[in-house]
């Protein structure tokens, strides 16, 4: 499989919405990342290859939504009531199939370029 590629970010004012996209080959489960300046990368919500399993983070819980489509080899992240702490560049990771979704981004080696996303005050 080739490296994910990342769109949908932008610029919004804080209580607005975005819906980030990540096109990667092969039906496999795929992490939503996210690093902001000075620090670590870190997971934000997961899906299971075969749409039976998410995973997300505490901070997102209730305002961020996984999905995807297999058809489209798409995952999408839906991210509602936007904060300015959820302000970084957001990257997609694609794992193997499997029951378990691996959150340390330490285990995945193909990264995109990632999708900038920036939350004003």
């Known amino acids: 499989q080739g490296q994910p590629v990342e769109s949908g970010g932008g610029l919004v004012q804080a209580g607005g919405a975005l819906n980030l996209s990540c096109v990667a080959s092969g039906a496999n489960n795929i992490v939503w990342f996210r690093q902001a300046p000075g620090k670590e990368r870190s997971s934000v919500a997961g899906?299971?290859?075969?749409?039976?399993?998410?995973y997300y983070a505490d901070s997102v819980k209730g305002r961020f939504t996984i999905s995807r489509d297999n058809a489209k080899s798409t995952v999408y992240l839906q991210m509602n009531l936007l904060k300015p702490e959820d302000s970084a560049v957001y990257y997609c990771?694609?794992?193997?199939?499997?029951?378990?979704?691996?959150?340390?981004?330490?285990?995945?080696?193909?990264w995109g370029r990632g999708t900038q996303v920036t939350v004003s005050s």
């Open positions: 899906i299971r290859w075969n749409d039976d399993g998410t």
């Open positions: 990771a694609a794992g193997v199939r499997g029951l378990r979704i691996v959150t340390n981004w330490k285990a995945y080696t193909d």
